[in-house]
């Protein structure tokens, strides 16, 4: 794609089609862009690299920008290997080139690529400057975000913040994706800056006097026009605000008397006049839209079967996937089947423990085996309390 960002910013990123999953974990139907810009001035900065197996197509697109100029200096913001695979092929093409990066950045790309470009780097900490003639970048350390070595970068002649990572999505630059930004973003949001709320907090912070007419980050469509949605849904998702009102009924079943349960809720909850209810089979729904629903909404109920004395296998990596993203400030409803002995309800009410600002509802449902006038009585004031 041929796309110009300003007068002297130029879009020099690759789609990868070819990707299953991205990180090994994340399914990318859409694909996946590895964006990277140039910024050409008296002296030119590149703009991070892109993933193995699309050096060729980046340096011809580099090439093409450049038409017959010579870069000054590679900026690698993020040594995550999509961005930082072709930092060889560059440096060997242009010897005269310099790295800018932070200095655990430099330990990071020797780790990955066995050198450090001792001798051709230049080590930027926060605040540092780098004046390109018209255009002088200003650099930003987000560390976690998602990486310990990031550090954003912001040219205030055009306005726009490199911003690595934060604010991409997934999906190619040539996918045209009809849900807009918000609902691959959040996926990946929660899937892989999740944990870091508090450093997305800190960065927030850090930019909040800075104008901003442009947000290139390393995955997903350029930022444009008004950006005050990305960056009000930034600040909502890192400081563990509701996003949207409703219920999240997640559950697993093994005969269909779980769901059947949560299906009872569902209807229940919407008699109650609960306007939005999400209801994920965890075992046949993808993981990380099940995680990203559970981030959204600000209910979230937990149903499931007992299994091995304990929580079922899906529900209990599911339950892992909140803690470990650091779930916090929701009410939690649970739901618990065991035909003999149910167990499943202490389990996630221990998994929970160390959560900060869970609620539990006063309402639990046990079922046993199969529903009965009685759990269906007890799902029905479950319905009533959760619609409070
Ligand atoms: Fe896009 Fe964290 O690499």
């Known amino acids: 794609m041929d796309i110009k960002i300003t007068n002297d910013i130029r ?20 694909g996946m862009a590895y964006n990277s810009y140039v910024i050409l001035d008296e002296k030119i900065a590149v703009m991070d690299t892109v993933g193995d197996g699309f050096g060729d197509e980046w340096l011809g697109k580099l090439d093409a920008a450049l038409a017959g100029r010579r870069p000054d200096y590679l900026v690698v913001q993020h040594v995550e290997p999509d961005h930082s695979a072709n930092i060889a092929a560059f440096m060997e093409r242009f010897p005269d080139a310099t790295i800018c990066a932070s200095q655990q950045a430099f330990k990071l790309i020797a780790a990955f690529y ?8 230049m080590v930027v900490a926060q605040d540092a400057k780098l004046e390109l003639g018209r255009h002088t970048l200003t650099f930003f350390t987000a560390p976690m975000v998602h990486w310990p070595e990031v550090v954003m970068t912001y040219d205030s002649a055009d306005k726009v913040l490199f911003s690595a990572d934060a604010f991409g999505k997934f999906g190619a630059q040539d996918y045209d994706d009809p849900e807009g930004w918000s609902c691959e973003a959040r996926r990946y949001y929660f899937g892989i800056v999740g944990k870091f709320g508090a450093q997305v ?68 909850l919407r008699k109650n006049g609960v306007k939005r209810v999400v209801v994920n089979d965890l075992a046949r729904t993808d993981m990380y839209e099940d995680v990203e629903d559970a981030f959204r909404h600000g209910k979230l109920v937990l149903c499931t079967t007992t299994y091995n004395g304990g929580v079922f296998p899906v529900m209990r990596e599911f339950i892992e996937h909140l803690t470990e993203r650091g779930y916090q400030n929701r009410t939690v409803a649970l739901v618990e089947n065991g035909a003999w002995a149910p167990m499943a309800a202490k389990g996630m009410r221990a998994m929970l423990e160390g959560c900060k600002d869970i609620t539990f509802t006063n309402a639990s449902v046990k079922v046993l085996a199969s529903l009965t006038d009685e759990s269906r009585a007890q799902l029905d004031a479950l319905a009533k309390e959760l619609a409070e």
């Open 11 to 30: 879009y020099i990123g690759v789609d990868d089609h070819k990707i299953d999953l991205f990180e090994g974990l994340y399914d990318v139907p859409n």
């Open 114 to 121: 066995g050198r450090d470009y001792a001798d051709r780097r």
């Open 201 to 268: 907090q800190a960065l927030l912070k850090k930019l909040s006097g800075v104008e901003l007419k442009t947000i290139c980050s390393l995955h997903g469509p350029i930022l444009t026009g008004d950006l005050s949605e990305y960056l009000t849904l930034y600040n909502t998702w890192s400081g563990y605000g509701v996003e949207t009102e409703g219920v999240v009924i997640a559950y697993t079943t093994v005969y269909g008397h779980t769901r059947e349960a949560a299906e009872y809720l569902a209807e229940q």
